[in-house]
């Protein structure tokens, strides 16, 4: 269900805040792994203006394409304050103990622009895996010396404590074993973001000027993770295959009133929400019809059948059934194709990640369900014109003929470094035929492709044939 918020208005700038760097060290296949977003070197150079948009990753069947979008769920949770689920266990590679991650951030505002790199770490404490070390540390920009200042430390803590001395002096000893106490409580929870310890932190932080910066950012970063960062795993889209659900993914941001998450419309029964989710949602099928109805222009989409009705706990409520519209008839959504529900799922994200700079958009395997041509134009359309960021997963190379290559990532077969960007991309080289090319000739600097043998393939569907004799 959706969530709601209000938001206070403001005469100012909002605050920008883009993923631009991701390190991965004992996820899943993952050993190591980093990430470098297509408008990296231009911030590090100084330049914020006309930052890019689109990151592709490409790559073979299980060699951590989908890592970065579960990793980047993991982060979600635990900026906004929740725990490690029980199952982070299968997430840490076989090969060690404990995952060390980091992700760099560029956050503008009124006042200041920063590089933010926040650093965890999880491992077992107690037999349960937990986040046993978190960094928080930034390099600002001089806008005088036109340059990026040292890197500081804001904020450190390991196995429970507040290890970094000149925050350990400026809260009270009271302070900090509340702060210990909250992190027994809730063990798996961020230390520095666990909601009682950020406010704790906040209160005791506040009268000190020093620690503007550090304020700064345990405010921006939980707001950033829950209302601009959006993940659509391919496993939420399971239902949409089922033809029972369609999983709308919501994003509404009208004047001072926000709306986000995801309404699971029932594609076989009337649906019956709250009144007042009825009426955001009316504004986001309006949304998505115009958008829809540009991609295919024969399909609309609305709403029927709308009545009022209580629901289980008395409240007022609203019965409802999502319609497409085709040559002037009504026809439910069951009916259309596996595409066109994919496409109604996650364009309300598609359009406040085109229009919002601060939105980052994960999509696993945008392409399911959609044509080949299409999914070409849209990544073209996103890469040209958005302003947010859109990270996606494909096993479709369509778009690699509208991307540069500076806006790919693809996986490679070793899993101490995981993911490269394909060098020596010439201008007037396809990229699609070249990574082609690169996967039967090889020519990067690691392998980007783990041979098969059509002869052992062959052999095998034999073997396997000849077990029901």
């Known amino acids: 269900m959706i969530s709601d918020k209000m938001i206070v208005e403001d005469d100012g700038m909002e605050e920008l805040v883009r993923i631009i760097h991701i390190e991965i060290n004992g996820i899943k296949n993952v050993c190591h792994g980093e990430i470098y977003f297509n408008d990296y070197n231009s911030i590090l150079k100084g330049n914020f ?27 979600k949770d635990i900026l906004t304050g929740k725990k490690l689920k029980k199952t982070i266990g299968y997430f840490i590679n076989n090969q060690t103990d404990t995952a060390n991650i980091s992700y760099t951030f560029f956050i503008q505002t009124k006042s200041s622009k920063l590089l933010l790199t926040y650093n965890f770490i999880i491992g077992k404490i107690d037999d349960i895996y937990q986040i046993c070390y978190e960094k928080l540390s930034s390099k600002e920009f001089s806008e005088d010396k036109q340059k990026w200042l040292p890197k500081v430390t804001l904020m450190e803590c390991e196995n429970k404590e507040v290890t970094l001395k000149k925050i350990q002096s400026k809260i009270t000893k009271e302070s900090l074993i509340e702060l210990r106490v909250a992190q027994e409580i809730d063990q798996g929870a961020s230390f520095i973001f666990h909601d009682r310890n950020r406010k704790i932190l906040l209160e005791q932080l506040k009268s000190k000027d020093a620690e503007n910066k550090l304020i700064d950012v345990l405010n921006i970063l939980p707001t950033y993770a829950e209302t601009k960062l959006i993940i659509i795993e391919n496993d939420v889209m399971g239902s949409i295959n089922l033809n029972t659900l369609v999983p709308i993914n919501i994003y509404l941001d009208s004047q001072n009133h926000l709306a986000y998450g995801g309404i699971p419309i029932n594609l076989t029964n009337p649906n019956v929400i709250p009144e007042t989710i009825f009426n955001d949602l009316k504004i986001v099928i309006k949304q998505i019809d115009i958008v829809l109805n540009s991609i295919i222009p024969s399909i609309n ?95 479709n190379l369509r778009a690699l003929e509208k991307l540069s290559y500076k806006s790919i990532i693809v996986t490679t077969s070793n899993p101490k470094n995981r993911y490269i960007q394909l060098a020596g991309v010439k201008s007037n080289n396809n990229v699609r035929d070249y990574y082609y090319k690169n996967i039967v000739l090889g020519g990067q600097s690691e392998s980007i492709y783990e041979e098969t043998k059509n002869y052992k393939i062959k052999r095998a569907f034999r073997k396997a044939g000849s077990l029901n004799e």
């Not at 930052?51 to 769920?73: A, F």
């Not at 085109?354 to 134009?377: A, H, K, Q, V, W």
């Open 301 to 395: 989409l609305e709403i029927t059948n709308i009545k009022e009705q209580h629901l289980k706990d008395g409240s007022p409520g609203i019965s409802f059934e999502v319609v497409s519209l085709r040559n002037k008839k009504f026809i439910p959504l069951k009916y259309e194709s596996e595409g066109i529900k994919r496409l109604i799922s996650v364009i309300s994200s598609m359009i406040a990640a085109y229009n919002n700079p601060s939105i980052c958009l994960m999509i696993d395997e945008f392409d399911s369900g959609i044509f080949e041509y299409l999914l070409g134009e849209l990544v073209e359309i996103i890469d040209e014109s958005a302003k947010g960021q859109f990270v996606f997963t494909s096993h």
């Open 49 to 75: 203006n006309n930052l890019k948009s689109v990151l592709g990753i490409y790559g073979p069947n299980g060699s951590g394409k989908t890592t970065v979008l579960e990793l980047t769920k993991i982060l």
